[in-house]
Nanobody, 126 residues
Framework: QVQLVESGGGLVQAGGSLRLSCVAS????????MGWFRQAPGKEREFVAS????????RYTDSVKGRFTISREDAKNTVYLQMSSLKPDDTAVYYC???????????????????WGQGTQVTVSS
């Protein structure tokens, strides 16, 4: 059973940057696609970004393309989400997720990943 723990959320002004981290509990995650979802108040949870198990392929939702970058560092069992040019609309709880599949596309298209983190709050002030 893989456990995911997020960190790095906080309060930032519009235009600022944050880097979220998600640490997996064991090396099993190295064969999984990893990603991030978010849920804003009163809205459904939505896909943000994903990375394949090899790290060679990534997917992003249109609203964050060019501003967010997802990456993984297997030596540290960690996946990152670098967020830049943040907007108030990016305010949400961000959740790390993993699927027992290698492809970034699979995580992008599923609404039910195999594993979830507990979430970290990101608040962007105008």
């Amino acid at each position: 059973q893989v456990q995911l723990v997020e960190s790095g959320g906080g309060l930032v002004q519009a235009g600022g940057s944050l880097r979220l981290s998600c640490v997996a509990s064991d090396r099993t995650f190295r064969s999984y696609a990893m990603g991030w979802f978010r849920q804003a108040p009163g809205k459904e949870r939505e896909f943000v970004a994903s990375v394949s198990s090899s790290g060679s392929s990534t997917r992003y939702t249109d609203s964050v393309k060019g501003r967010f970058t997802i990456s993984r560092e297997d030596a540290k069992n960690t996946v990152y989400l670098q967020m830049s040019s943040l907007k108030p609309d990016d305010t949400a709880v961000y959740y790390c997720a993993a699927v027992r599949k290698p492809t970034a596309t699979y995580l992008q298209k599923t609404s039910n990943p195999d594993y979830w983190g507990q979430g970290t709050q990101v608040t962007v002030s105008s």
